[in-house]
């Protein structure tokens, strides 16, 4: 991979951590600045809120996994393994990394990796 090649994906990951990181600003304040729990004089509407406050904690527990990948990505551009499939050591194709830039594997791998996975499940 070329270097301009791995200044655009070093952008591409800088923006979405920016994006992922405000997400999570934004989310807290937001919690914390939020009613009291005990406001909801109706169970219905405290049931409610609890559910969407769950729900919402679980896409910021997925969206904090995802900035640790995007952290861990930018380490291997610089480091000169970004773009290289950890299994087999062959380059990742340009729109597998375009569709999802965290990537460690190639297509081949990781759909082996997703059958086996699949098999295990079905045993």
Do not use: W
């Not at 919402?56 to 930018?74: N, S």
């Not at 499939?85 to 990394?97: P, Y």
């Amino acid at each position: 991979m070329n270097k301009e090649q791995l200044e655009h994906f070093r952008t591409l990951l800088n923006g979405k951590l920016d994006e992922l990181l405000y997400g999570a600003e934004k989310a807290v304040s937001g919690m914390s600045n939020g009613a009291p729990d005990d406001n909801f004089p109706d169970p219905t509407d405290r049931a409610s809120h609890e559910t969407d406050r769950n729900f919402l904690l679980r896409v910021k527990d997925r969206e904090r996994k995802l900035i640790t990948k995007v952290k861990e990505a930018l380490k291997r551009i610089d480091d000169g393994t970004y773009g290289i499939c950890e299994l087999c050591g062959e380059e990742i194709s340009g729109k597998r990394l375009e569709a999802r830039p965290v990537t460690t594997c190639c297509i081949d791998c990781k759909k082996e990796e997703e059958e086996q996975e699949k098999n295990r499940s079905n045993a």
